[in-house]
């Protein structure tokens, strides 16, 4: 018997195969994992909400600045390209942690935070040139949610750089524990999806902004 | 601006407004009493590690109980208040509140309502109940669950907090810009709002994850999907329901603020600001809401109809894709909300038509039920009353909804007196009936003894007679012209009907009243209505297997599931060869150590939101870096779960086995 199923409910042998649920309560490197997925989902649809809003005000431009005459696709790539560089080294780290290599571990990590802070420096550049050519949140609706829109991943990704500084710290003191692998794949899976959401915004924000 | 107390001054206490004022000295008066009461019984260390850091689910769904009843009487204090104003501001006369006391006063009831009522409620019956019944030890994330509930009761104080610092928002309910934007509605109202229902959505959309991960991956050994409990399904689509709206409510929320503190154009009139957006986003969020709120209730009712009516739920399966359809249909009916936006015919047709498909799964499960009672040995307990109240009111609540759900027709009571008949008509009968059946139902699982029968019909019959008088006229009234949120009334030939609706005001305190006389009467004879066998009403479900109050860790061994109705089928076995299966194999169990941190990081996000209303910056701060402390302070931890040695489970199982075997020997006796 693992610790690890005897924590929320011992399972026993005995009971019928029925299909489904029929094992009785999986274990923790199942619910864990699983609860963060329906987390991430719950955060997909908060950012489907805000790409509705923004969907719904990027004509609403009040006589102001235009995507076409704001958005720069150069940027936008560079932006991605950080991001996706950031996500790949994050998926070394965990094969590094899952082979106990405590060096690669953090070397890779290190990279992951690195990648996110290039990311993160491009984007507010951007913010700042907007706000001092008079195109700030407050000019129209329209750049109202551009910068919530296209801020909020932004804060989400500042977010995972604590989470990544807290992880390493972890990692670094108490060494490749169950719980703690755990959550560095509960960590991978975050980062990724802020991949996922980052590539409909670089396609609904800065492609289809930029079309002549 | 003072840079350290932000907008906060002194006058922002009431001490002009007597009313206002009166409560909050009684409201303060009462807390610090029970603080000394507390204190001077040294009772502090049990609440302490029993209930505040306990990440029981049981305990954490009594806590959202209490939370959710005392919220009841504020809330319900602000209905009686209103209804007493309108009878008095008819005609000629002027009522007591003056207008902008009055809008605080709707707003805050349906809020308090809403938020702080039927929602912890609602989510405190899953809790205590969906674990017990899927025959588990505790939800997947219980530490989480605890932080759930203090990030909501963090809401609750900032809601009511601002009784007594500040107002609130004058706005409704749901807040509508452009009235709620800074130009129209610059104090502190809107922020209390906005700020509380913040916090208390993070706490529910945990809340949601954490139920999901629970019935999808944790049950007992052979409880397989259709075997689990209506409850248990109706609570999924609920969490579901949860995962899928919250977020937008969030969202919605954000975007307001970000209007009101920082000059943003999303619902403002210039600027390219558009408020309907804000009514599709909220409404998104709200319908699925209305469903989060009586699918559970449904499952309540299907758990009551089952076991008082001595048979399996008519049309089980039914049952469940009836709930899935309403989980699935409800995000396609909003914009029934605002028909009167303008979105033309053909768009108004499609949600129209939507909203009355929506009553086709409700209307199934009505036959459920009756006809699970039919040809029944019905007994009439407290909860049925409830039920069968429920059914006579809620056919027609429902109804006057699919009315309300024909466009044209919707024009002409849109935002009338009609409607806040009819959505009281349903939430009433469907979401407060039920909670007052699953707390007469669960009461005895809970604390190992039954609530007074007599003094409950009593209570029932009360809210019976009070929801009539003090809703039907309102159909009348909004037929008749009437507007709701009106703060005078000038047609004096309504007053006999707001008299009517008055007076049923005052059955309902009259309910009330006797709920608590009931629990206090209950708790005083608790010795002579003892539940000595875990099993009072002669029950079905996996909860009235264990002990009542059940152990910590709930079931020694977890249950093995053969089939539906997983407890029954195993009571019959046990009295047919009267004997209870043999003693298995004990092991001892880990069960999570108790946590102060989610008390903690509500403290730190109560202090954040009082500090973001008050734009006081350097207390957010604060705030914001003490909840991130909490947080990696607690992912430090060593220690996540400690041992119940195998003494102690063994010695609790037995004692269980040898109730039952009395309990047995008792039923073979008399049959």
Known sequence: ?212 | MSPVFGKLTWAAIPVHEPIALATSVVVILAIAGMGIWITANKWWPYLWHEYITSCDHKRIGIMYIVLGLVMFVRGFADAIMMRAHQYLAVGEGPGYLAPEHYNQIFSAHGTIMIFFVAMPLVIGFMNFVVPLQLGVRDVAFPTLNNVSFWLNASGALLVNVSLFVGEFARTGWLAFPPLSEKMFSPGVGVDYYLVALQISGVGTVLTGVNFVTTILKIRAPGMSYFRMPVFCWTSLASNLLIIAAFPVLTVTLALLMLDRYLGFHFFTNDGGGNSMLYMNLIWVWGHPEVYILVLPAFGIYSEVAATFSGKPLFGYRSMVFATMVICIVSFTVWLHHFFTMGAGADVNAVFGIASMIIGVPTGVKIYNWLFTMYGGRVRFNVPVYYLLGFMLLFVGGGLTGVLLAIPPVDFVVHNSLFLVAHFHHVIIPGVVFAIFAGYHYWFPKAFGFTLDERLGKAGFWCWFVGFNLAFMPSYLLGFWGGTRRMQHISDPSWKPWLAVELVGAFFIAAALAITVWQLLYSIRTREQRRDLTGDPWDGRTLEWLTLSPPPHYNFAVLPDVHGEEAYWHRKQLAIEREELIPEPNYQPIEMPVNTPTGVIVAFFSSLCGFAIIWYIWWLAILGVVGAFAVFVWYAWRDEHEHIIPIEEVIANARERRRIRMDALHTVSQST
């Not at chain 1, 690890?4 to 649920?21: K, R, V």
């Not at chain 1, 329906?38 to 990027?58: C, E, G, K, N």
Request: glycine share 8%.
């Open chain 1, 1 to 212: 018997m693992t610790t690890e199923a005897a924590t929320i409910g011992m399972t026993h042998s005995g009971s019928e195969d029925t299909g489904l649920g029929h094992r009785g309560p999986e274990s923790k490197s199942i619910v864990v994992p699983y609860g963060f997925w329906l987390f991430v989902l719950s955060d997909i649809v908060l950012f489907s909400a805000l790409f509705a809003t923004y969907a719904s005000l990027v004509h609403a431009t009040d006589y102001g600045p235009t995507t076409n005459q704001l958005f720069s696709r150069t940027t936008a790539a560079w932006e991605t390209a950080a991001l996706l560089l950031s996500t790949f080294v994050c998926g070394l780290a965990l094969i590094a942690a899952k082979r106990r290599n405590m060096m690669w571990t953090q070397v890779w990590l290190v990279a992951t935070g690195l990648f996110g802070l290039i990311f993160l420096i491009f984007e507010l550049r951007e913010f700042v040139e907007f706000i001092e050519s008079g195109a700030g949140p407050q000019r129209s609706a329209f750049l109202s949610s551009f910068f919530t829109l296209v801020g909020c991943h932004g804060a989400h990704v500042t977010a995972g750089l604590m989470w990544l500084g807290t992880m390493m710290a972890q990692i670094w003191a108490k060494g490749f524990r169950e719980h703690i692998l755990r959550r560095l794949l509960c960590f991978t899976i975050f980062w990724h999806a802020l991949d996922i959401i980052w590539v409909a915004i670089f396609t609904i924000v800065y492609l289809i902004g930029t079309l002549p």
